[in-house]
């Protein structure tokens, strides 16, 4: 499988950005879906994650009511739409594929190359 995460950019803070993750190779509509980011200095961190069908979604608390994930089975695509967005969201994002509906890093299998996300005050 292999994960291709695009969108990012340099945005002011309060603004919108919305990421776009496509998935190829062996790919199953049964995977759940996850970003996480890391920003500079500090460890990778959960983002949100949506399962398989698209029913479920987790998010972690500093993105609640301001992130949205999403996902298209037939485009094999996540998304993750950013609102309301502030200087410390600033980090690299990563789309990681896994079978299990976790926030845990190590649950997941594969992980695409990352965008980078800039937000200034």
């Known amino acids: 499988v292999q994960l291709q995460a695009s969108g990012g950019g340099l945005v002011q803070a309060g603004g919108s950005l919305r990421l776009s993750c496509a998935a190829s190779g062996r790919t199953s509509s049964k995977t759940v879906m996850g970003w996480f980011r890391q920003a500079p200095g500090k460890e990778r961190e959960f983002v949100a994650a949506i399962s398989w069908s698209g029913t479920s979604a987790l998010y972690a608390d500093s993105v609640k009511g301001r992130f949205t994930i999403s996902r298209d089975n037939a485009k094999n695509t996540v998304y993750l739409q950013m609102n309301s967005l502030k200087p410390e969201d600033t980090a690299v994002y990563y789309c990681?594929?896994?079978?299990?509906?976790?926030?845990?890093?190590?649950?997941?299998?594969?992980w695409g190359q990352g965008t980078l996300v800039t937000v200034s005050s």
């Open positions: 990681a594929a896994g079978a299990y509906f976790r926030t845990v890093e190590g649950q997941y299998d594969y």
